[in-house]
């Protein structure tokens, strides 16, 4: 398969015992898809794993369901929103109600150890998150590597190993520095995600938008953008509004046509 062509075959989806096995042979490849149509483009280029999430339990229902529908067979994860750690009821209640919207791994922000050891004990498959957590800005004072002092990077790494002992599957790695990451990934049973923690992790994460270039805000520097699909948007939203305030849409073509006959007609029956 080239870099641009969609794979063409029915694909099968992946078990989490299969993807387990892939630690050490090949690249995991993570994306988002919060839609049915980015989803089946994900499908198509052959994504491991697509992560979608609402802002509440009933919109992550939501989106969960448009992405399985778009991509039936690919292995989706979808978080659990911060509430449900209240408890460890709470916490398989909410990952019960999400996987039966369809998701297949319950992708678990924050540390909170007990609470994956009880999902996973009730056999759901757990993703936690290390390193640099996005809800946790106010505490780093923004945006941040985290892991740059032996100090920190030991603490990533036993934040690690408490995941694993907790019975995770894996872990996404965010902004750890590369050589850390990489050892960290040898040092662990857990498949470890880098988003934008170096190359030598199990697999790489980046957001859609980031790839695709959906919005006009900050792109981090792991960014992989490959299109920019929010000024082409602009730019034929921007043609479509001039030409309908000079009159140049719609024109014919894109008109339903009556038969002379038929017109005339329905004018005779309405002047009547």
């Not at 996987?99 to 297949?104: C, E, L, N, P, S």
């Not at 965010?174 to 030598?200: F, N, Q």
């Not at 697999?203 to 900050?218: A, C, K, P």
Request: proline letters at 4%; one cysteine or more; a negative charge.
């Amino acid at each position: 398969m080239s870099s641009t062509t969609p794979l063409q075959v029915q694909r099968k989806k992946l078990t989490v015992a299969e993807l387990l096995e892939l630690k050490g042979k090949r690249k995991l490849v993570v994306t988002t898809a919060f839609d049915e149509w980015t989803a089946r483009a994900a499908e198509r280029a052959g994504v491991d794993i697509i992560l979608a999430w609402g802002s509440c339990l009933d919109h992550s229902k939501f989106v969960i369901a448009s992405v399985r529908k778009g991509a039936p067979n690919t292995l989706i994860g979808s978080g659990i929103n911060p509430e449900a750690y209240e408890s460890v009821e709470r916490a398989i209640h909410t990952a019960n109600q999400i996987r039966a919207a369809g998701t297949d791994i319950i992708y678990c922000s924050g540390l909170v150890p007990d609470k994956f050891a009880a999902l996973s004990r009730q056999h759901f498959p757990c993703v936690g998150h290390v390193g640099y957590l996005p809800v946790n800005d106010t505490w780093y004072g923004g945006p941040r590597a985290v892991g740059k002092t032996a100090d920190e990077a030991k603490l990533v790494f036993d934040n690690v190993m408490a995941l694993e002992a907790a019975g995770c599957i894996a872990v996404e790695m965010e902004c750890v520095p590369a050589k850390i990451a990489a050892e960290i990934s040898k040092r662990t049973k857990l498949l470890v995600i880098s988003m934008g923690s170096g190359p030598d992790c199990d697999g790489q994460f980046v957001f859609s938008e980031d790839i695709l270039g959906t919005h006009d805000g900050h792109y981090p520097r792991h960014a992989y953008r490959k299109l920019d699909i929010m000024s082409k948007s602009i730019e034929a939203l921007c043609q479509y509004t001039n030409d309908v305030l000079k009159g140049a849409y719609p024109t014919p073509k894109h008109s339903i046509q009556i038969q002379d006959d038929e017109f005339e007609k329905f004018m005779a029956m309405i002047n009547e």
